[in-house]
């Protein structure tokens, strides 16, 4: 599979590998965090959460990591696929707020 | 499908010229945001609605307000676009508190704005 270590705000992939996007959130009091997925000339479209007490959550071909000691949120895309390609954002929250903190976007593009 | 609409998905209006997004939903969502979002970056949240309560952040410029007449419906206005305010502007919706909470944001697909 193919990943960064640290944030890249683009990602190239061999169609058929895994993806992993890295987040590193900004405030160690949020304790909800979701990924967004942006398609071209769309709005963001939620494709997985986390809350602070998990460090895994599993959704269909996607995996979300959280490491509350360095303030990281990773997203796992496995057998990346053409529809794939898209922006991707984390975000943050507390519990008791109601407005999220967006990250900075990472552009995946799939290679076919 | 419940959901969160917005017309008109492209917009174009001259330099100074007022214009109008609007957006609606029917997910019974009470609490409804506008967000500007420029190319290559992430949504920037101008303000909400908590109910009817209006909440502005710190630095979205005068020239944008909003309306919320009822649960469904918000409005952005833009008073006086400047060449800057070209960009996607993204309704969202969330419930963050009574029964079925949930911090998670339900996104419309936005309305391009351009400005001659």
């Known amino acids: 599979g193919e990943s960064v270590g640290l944030h890249l705000p683009t990602l190239s992939v061999q169609e058929g590998d895994n993806s992993i996007i890295n987040c590193a959130y900004s405030?160690?009091?949020?304790?909800?965090f979701i990924w967004y997925k942006q398609e071209s000339g769309k709005g963001p479209q939620f494709i997985i959460d986390?809350?602070?007490?998990?460090d895994k959550r599993q959704g269909q071909r996607v995996t979300v990591l959280l490491n509350k000691t360095v303030k990281h949120l990773s997203l796992q895309i496995a057998a990346t696929q053409p529809g794939d390609s898209a922006v991707y954002f984390c975000?943050?929250?507390?519990?008791?707020?109601?407005?999220?903190?967006f990250g900075a976007g990472t552009t995946v593009t799939v290679r076919a | 499908d419940a959901m969160v609409i917005q017309n008109p998905r492209y917009q174009v209006t001259q330099f100074g010229k007022p214009v109008t997004l609007s957006c609606s939903q029917t997910?019974?969502?009470?609490?409804m945001y506008w967000y500007q979002q420029k190319s290559s970056q992430a949504p920037k949240l101008l303000f909400h609605?908590?109910?009817?309560?209006?909440?502005n952040e710190a630095d979205t410029p005068d020239n944008f307000q909003s309306r919320r007449p009822n649960t469904s419906f918000c409005f952005l206005d833009i008073r006086s676009p400047g060449l800057g305010d070209a960009a996607m502007y993204l309704c969202?919706?969330?419930?963050?508190?009574?029964?079925?909470?949930?911090?998670?944001?339900?996104f419309g697909p936005g309305t391009r704005l351009t400005v001659t």
């Open positions: 969202a919706t969330s419930r963050p508190s009574g029964t079925g909470v949930s911090y998670e944001q339900y």
């Open positions: 405030n160690s009091a949020s304790d909800y």
């Open positions: 986390i809350r602070s007490n998990m």
């Open positions: 975000a943050e929250t507390l519990s008791n707020d109601y407005k999220l903190s």
């Open positions: 997910l019974n969502h009470n609490v």
């Open positions: 609605y908590y109910d009817k309560d209006f909440n």
